[in-house]
């Protein structure tokens, strides 16, 4: 009679069971604080347990494509990272509570300020990427990466066609304040 030694199958061979993965549970458990370090160390300490839960939200529907030899620490820690900056991006889109409220109307009718029409003019003259890049980089704050990925290409052609276009504006509303106001 055989004996079966616990980390042995019924033939007696040691055989691991391939393509099998963890429960999601044991997950958790496992890769968890490393999870939680990385939503604090984006966001501090008030934030970070709900990015953490949002994290494994996130996961968790996702877990059951996710290729059973992939690295599951650096996939969780990719996706705290994303949802840490997702909560950022909130926090500044939030409205600030402030003891009164500002006038709605400004203070000067900005359609007919000439500053206004000659940056108006200057960005239209871009090229269009370099226009594209410049509003998503410096208007919208989005990262150079996020900005080659929306309008196409490499992160260094975004920084590249961000500055380029920063540099023509100010050529061009130096130019154009200089002609409306000459040096005495």
Known sequence: MRTLDAGTSRTGRRERLQDVKKPFE???DEHGPAVLRVCRAVLGPA????????TFLSALKAYPDLDPAANVEAWLVT??????IDVKR???RRAVPVARVPDAR???DLADDEDVQDLWRALKALPAKQRQTVAYHHIAGFSHR?????????????R???ADGIASLRRTLTT????????P
């Open 106 to 108: 400004p203070s000067r």
């Open 176 to 183: 154009a304040h200089e002609e409306r106001e000459p040096r």
């Open 26 to 28: 044991q997950i958790v």
């Open 160 to 162: 590249r066609s961000a």
């Open 146 to 158: 996020e900005v080659a990925e929306i309008v196409g290409g490499s992160e260094a052609a975004a």
């Open 90 to 92: 909130a926090e500044t």
């Open 47 to 54: 934030d970070a347990e709900d990015a953490w839960a949002e």
């Open 79 to 84: 996706i705290a990272h994303r949802r840490a």
